[in-house]
């Protein structure tokens, strides 16, 4: 930070304002921009590979506070059971509410109860003044007033509070399943650095890092911890993306919604296995008869048989939808239910009785199909294999020569600008010892050419003494004009 003020003495209070500051995030993303259109018009990007991988960085937070929202969901359901509770006490106390039971689950439905409420403890306050004997037993509109009183202080501090706590903790979910209280943007996830080894849930982000020639090219953090939800995203805030023609990840980014936006809508080659790979290409995965991939299929007949001889036929379609709303359309088969001999028609019932059936999703078996063809092409191969030796390179920097293990700042804006310094800091860093080793070598070159001139330089004198000593007569002026001439 000095370095970028000019050596100027700034409070601490400008740099955390400055690194928490949306101007600065936008002269962090302008800047990996200028990076990457400098690095290539040197020509310092190579084979137009793009390597993206994630690591999780812990947060500045308290890994104790937690807020989950399987229990947040819960305790919202118990407050709505109360809410109705308090409803029909209300009806029984003639507390008249313009709603209906049914209609109990916002913040605003308690809200009209404690309205309802005040208009009837007005209502008795009249009573009360205007009863000028008080009966025998007690005036019932004291008693009345007191029931009232008893049934607002809960809706008001109990009920009420409750129900904001639980709507503003839903806000901050935004589809995650956890937040941190000390800073909410924060998720719980598991770090790969557990000393304990027992998957301690922390409070972190997901740092997504996109290289060439082990310069990054951009960065983002997300909340969510799967590699899988992150690429799409990713991918629309890359702005020198047209700069690149593959996309290299690991099989963590592999899935059919990840090939159809690279294939498709982005227009790259991926060079992405899927979670199945590698286990397709073993011998026990080949020789398996649960896998479908080793069945026989009749293209006339539209069907299948397993390795024992069960035939599946075409039943029905499917349609599946994630939690993300991906659609995904899948071809059912099903057991026949007369098989070739009793046998086979026992196999092809399930434990309970019912028929073996499987499904098909003709869409992701083609996105396999092409990511298989691309990783075992001989052109791109070598690019994949790349991948562990670009962008694993830069988190190993980042962690171990930068110390980059946790973030110190709060909110998803600010860790963004601290990491996009440290990024930044650390690829011009890596230009700068290139630069450096590059003047360097330059200039062994250009002191072992000097020597080698001076070297040549004195045999010539050496050779041109002895000739001229060993001559029988007396130099002429052709030697002395060559000696003049050369030294």
């Known amino acids: 930070m000095k370095w970028l003020t000019g050596d100027t003495s700034v409070i601490y209070r400008t740099i955390i304002t400055f690194r928490s500051s949306e101007h600065a995030s936008n002269l962090i993303r302008y800047s990996f921009i200028l990076f990457t259109t400098l690095l290539s018009g040197n020509g310092l990007i190579q084979k137009d590979a793009l390597y993206i991988d994630g690591t999780k960085l812990q947060a500045d937070a308290n890994i104790y506070s937690f807020t989950w929202k399987k229990a947040i969901d819960r305790y919202e359901a118990n407050l709505v059971k109360k809410m109705a509770e308090m409803y029909e006490e209300l009806l029984q106390s003639n507390v008249i509410i313009a709603l209906s039971e049914e209609e109990l689950e916002g913040l605003q439905d308690i809200e009209k109860m404690i309205e309802s409420l005040d208009e009837a403890l007005q209502e008795v306050e009249v009573a009360i003044e205007e009863e000028k004997v008080v009966p025998k037993g007690g005036s019932k509109h004291k008693r009345r007033r007191r029931t009232l009183k008893k049934h607002r202080s809960k809706c008001s501090n109990d009920l009420l509070p409750r129900k904001q706590k639980y709507e503003e903790a839903q806000e901050l979910f935004d589809g995650r399943n956890s937040f941190s209280k000390t800073d909410t943007d924060a998720t719980f996830m598991c770090m790969k650095e557990d000393p304990t080894k027992n998957r301690e849930l922390k409070p972190g982000y997901n740092v997504q890092v996109a290289s060439n020639n082990q310069y990054v090219i951009d960065f983002d953090i997300f909340p969510n911890p799967k590699d899988t939800r992150t690429l799409i995203p990713f991918l629309e805030s890359i702005q020198t993306l047209d700069l690149f023609k593959y996309i290299v990840a690991d099989a963590g980014y592999g899935s059919e919604e990840n090939y159809e936006a690279v294939i498709d809508d982005f227009e790259k080659v991926p060079l992405i296995p899927y979670g199945m790979y590698y286990k397709e290409q073993s011998k026990k995965y080949r020789n398996n008869p649960k896998h479908r991939d080793n069945w026989t299929y009749n293209e006339t007949e539209d069907s299948y048989t397993d390795l024992d001889g069960v035939r599946f036929s075409f039943s029905h379609y499917s349609t599946r939808n994630d939690k993300k709303d991906y659609q995904r359309q899948f071809k059912v088969y099903k057991a026949d239910t007369e098989q070739m001999d009793d046998q086979l028609n026992q196999l092809a019932k399930t434990p309970k009785g019912n028929q073996r059936q499987t499904a098909v999703n003709n869409n992701w078996e083609y996105f396999k199909h092409k990511a298989k063809e691309n990783l075992e092409s001989e052109t791109r191969k070598d690019i994949y294999a790349q991948r562990k030796i670009d962008v694993e390179t830069v988190f190993g920097r980042m962690k171990g020569v930068f110390g980059m293990r946790r973030v110190h700042v709060r909110g998803k804006q600010a860790v963004h600008n601290d990491i996009g310094i440290m990024l930044m800091s650390m690829i011009l860093t890596k230009l700068a010892i ?53 030294f």
Do not use: C, D, G, W
């Open 434 to 486: 290139k630069a450096r080793r590059k003047a360097r070598a330059f200039q062994n070159k250009f002191t072992q050419n000097k020597n080698h001139y001076e070297t040549i330089r004195k045999l010539i004198v050496i050779i041109a003494i002895y000739l001229f000593r060993a001559s029988y007569f007396p130099a002429p002026f052709f030697y002395r004009h060559l000696l003049h001439k050369l």
